[in-house]
């Protein structure tokens, strides 16, 4: 039972460039989120998920896209990367309405 | 949409003492306020939480209390140990059955041996 995953943990990115943030979960928990912190910042939400095939933004949603074919994974998606996206990603997971559970964390870097 | 505020962001404790980290929220249809300890470099952990129909909830050395009149709550560290150092953040609900978190900026706990 490996909770909540992601990949990769370290990544850095020039401008411009995408890439696909990983989240799989193995809780069968229907609330999935994401989350960025930045240094010696709370956590803000980028975009949220109650189940397979539906998915809403947060409060930071510009500049990212999810989908969530699944309830096991819920893929973040950053199309052209600016330095401002610089920060540590946090996909978490929820069995109901409250609760929620971490992954390991993203570190990436726009250069 | 809810508002948390969390005092003060940096904390530094002899060990032995207590520690006090105080959050207000806005929406006071809330019901749900957790905590999170976050050590450097790892994911945020839950470490305690208190629902809207209860005051006060205790684990070993780690107290959380809610003033739901006053829209405050605050988590109480006792016996402060080297290992509590971390950063630790509130959250509460946007609203009644929200399932989305609004979390404080974190206060940074340092316990001095």
């Known amino acids: ?111 | 949409g809810e508002n948390v505020e969390q005092h003060p962001s940096t904390l530094s404790v002899q060990e032995g003492d207590s520690a006090v980290i105080k959050c207000t929220y806005s929406d006071s249809a809330s019901n749900y306020f957790p905590w999170y300890k976050q050590e450097l470099g790892k994911r945020p952990q839950l470490i305690i939480d208190i629902r809207s129909n209860v005051g006060e909830k205790k684990d070993q050395r780690i107290a959380v209390t809610l003033n739901k009149t006053a829209k405050h709550f605050s988590l109480h560290i006792t016996e402060t140990q080297p290992e509590d150092s971390a950063v630790y953040f509130c959250a509460a609900p946007r609203g009644a059955n929200d399932y989305k978190l609004s979390f404080g900026a974190g206060t940074t706990v340092t316990v001095r041996a």
């Open chain 1, 1 to 111: 039972n490996a909770g909540v995953t992601q990949t990769p943990k370290f990544r850095i990115l020039k401008i411009g460039q995408s890439m696909t943030l990983q989240c799989t979960q193995d809780m069968n928990h229907n609330y999935m989120y994401w989350y960025r912190q930045d240094p010696g910042m709370g956590l803000k939400l980028i975009y949220y998920s109650v189940g397979a095939g539906i998915t809403d933004k947060g409060e930071v949603p510009n500049g990212y896209n999810v989908s969530r074919s699944t309830t096991e994974d819920f893929p973040l998606r950053l199309e052209l990367a600016a330095p401002s996206q610089t920060s540590v990603y946090f996909c978490a997971t929820g069995r109901d309405s409250n609760e929620q559970f971490f992954g390991p964390g993203t570190r990436l870097t726009v250069l």
